[in-house]
């Protein structure tokens, strides 16, 4: 069964660049979508970014400064953000679901399968 399990998250300043990991076990994710979502205090989750090869989506908030990528085992998925800011702090969860899902890439109802999370904070 696929599990997912992030990594990468930690504090860093404003304007700096930071790759979140999301890795697959108990499966590759040759047959998954993955989707990266955040959680600010206060605020609901939102889509972030979108994967599933060839094909890639990015959120509006964070579009132009972040990009996903997967690796060659298909095994992890990155996320890598630049020129953070505060408004960038949240919690950063990657997603997986099936490739014939036919649902919005930010629909979140639409992955079954969730990691725990990681922490991002932008501070001085």
């Known amino acids: 069964q696929l599990q997912l399990v992030e990594s990468g998250g930690g504090l860093v300043q404003p304007g700096e660049s930071l790759r979140l990991s999301c890795a697959a076990s108990g499966d590759t994710l040759a047959d998954y979508d993955v989707a990266w979502f955040r959680q600010a205090p206060g605020k609901g989750r939102e889509g972030v970014s979108f994967e599933s090869f060839p094909d890639r989506y990015y959120g509006r908030t964070l579009q132009g400064r972040v990009t996903t990528s997967r690796d060659n085992a298909g095994t992890v998925v990155y996320l890598e953000m630049n020129s953070l800011t505060y408004e960038d702090a949240a919690i950063y969860t990657c997603?997986?679901?099936?490739?014939?899902?036919?649902?919005?890439?930010?629909?979140?109802?639409?992955?079954?399968?969730w990691g725990q999370g990681t922490q991002v904070t932008v501070s001085l």
């Open positions: 997603a997986a679901r099936p490739r014939t899902s036919r649902y919005i890439w930010w629909d979140q109802g639409s992955y079954h399968i």
